[in-house]
């Protein structure tokens, strides 16, 4: 089965600001999310479900300042020096996205099939107002992420989807494209609605529609 479009991950120096840029950018505040003990991050989410992407939703993602230094590197890459100095001087971006799987182990092994490296499966969670929210992800050691962030870390939920919770945002995701996934990854995902080249090019596009109009984010 193919995997789909969990969620697009958008990082900021602090959640403060995310949470600005997205008012800025995208025309509403983002709802409530939580913090993540395993991995000392917080955010803050906004759904962006649309018939083609059940679900999906975004996240705007910081490093908790509160929270202790996690044992392992963080996820997305947020622990690199130069993405913060990035963060710091030119604001929240759009890094990376989430895929989620009905089965979990084909799709890694698939991957590794096709040379890459997607990370070993880690069991994470974090409670929520309507409780436990609980999924295993495919995380590496060093935190990184494969196609300069193009191919997707993908996670399997157990139970709850969280989107199902989310208000309705005014905000939707329109269409996503991917540049330098090689043709054997893209065989292997599926990634029914998004258009995946081997072309070398921008990581991640995705648009979407909001209260103020189109919005082409890039990686």
Known sequence: MSVLVDHLVVAAASLAQGVAWCEAS??????????HA????????????????????????????AAPAPARTRWFGLD?????????????RLVHFVARSTTLGVHRQGLVDAGQLPGEPVAASRPTPAGLLSWQILLRADGGMGCAGALPTLLQWRGQHPAEAMP?????????????VPDRCRDVLGL??????????????ATLDSPRGTVVLRS
């Open 168 to 180: 309705d945002s005014g905000v939707t995701l329109r269409g996503l494209a991917l540049q330098g």
């Open 38 to 65: 395993l991995m000392g991050t917080h955010n803050r989410l906004l759904k962006i479900a649309t018939a083609a992407y059940p679900n999906a939703y975004l996240e705007v993602i910081a490093i908790d300042p």
């Open 192 to 205: 029914p609605g998004v258009v995946v080249s081997a072309a070398a090019g921008v990581p991640i596009t």
């Open 80 to 92: 690199d020096p130069l993405l913060q100095a990035r963060l710091q001087a030119q604001g929240p």
């Open 26 to 35: 995208l025309g509403v505040v983002p709802g409530p999310g939580g913090r």
